[in-house]
Nanobody, 116 residues
Framework: QLQLVESGGGLVQSGGSLRLTCVAS????????EAWYRQAPGKQRELVAD???????NYSDSVKGRFTISRDNAKNLMYLQMNSLKPEDTAVYYC??????????WGQGTQVTVSL
């Protein structure tokens, strides 16, 4: 069974940077697309960025040019490099994996807080 665990969240000042990491374990061979989502208090969970197993990426307009998604398939890792952080980036960030048969697996989330 596929499992995902995020790490790397924390408190950072506006304009700062953080790198989130998602490690996959279990049925790795089933993993196709990976993505980062976030959910701020009182808001719906939203897509931040996603990346296919071949490295094709997609970003939400709100993070384009500031965030970079990447993955290391050999190490079963996915990253989200977040630069020029803003207070509105404050949220719980979730890693999501989608398998070849379209099953979705979520991590437990990691808190990112950006102060003024």
């Amino acid at each position: 069974q596929l499992q995902l665990v995020e790490s790397g969240g924390g408190l950072v000042q506006s304009g700062g940077s953080l790198r989130l990491t998602c490690v996959a374990s279990g049925d790795i061979s089933s993993l196709n697309v990976e993505a980062w989502y976030r959910q701020a208090p009182g808001k719906q969970r939203e897509l931040v960025a996603d990346i296919t197993i071949r490295g094709y990426t997609n970003y939400s307009d709100s993070v384009k040019g500031r965030f970079t998604i990447s993955r290391d398939n050999a190490k079963n890792l996915m990253y989200l490099q977040m630069n020029s952080l803003k207070p509105e980036d404050t949220a719980v960030y979730y890693c999501k994996g989608t398998t070849w048969n379209f099953k979705e697996v979520w991590g437990q989330g990691t808190q990112v807080t950006v102060s003024l």
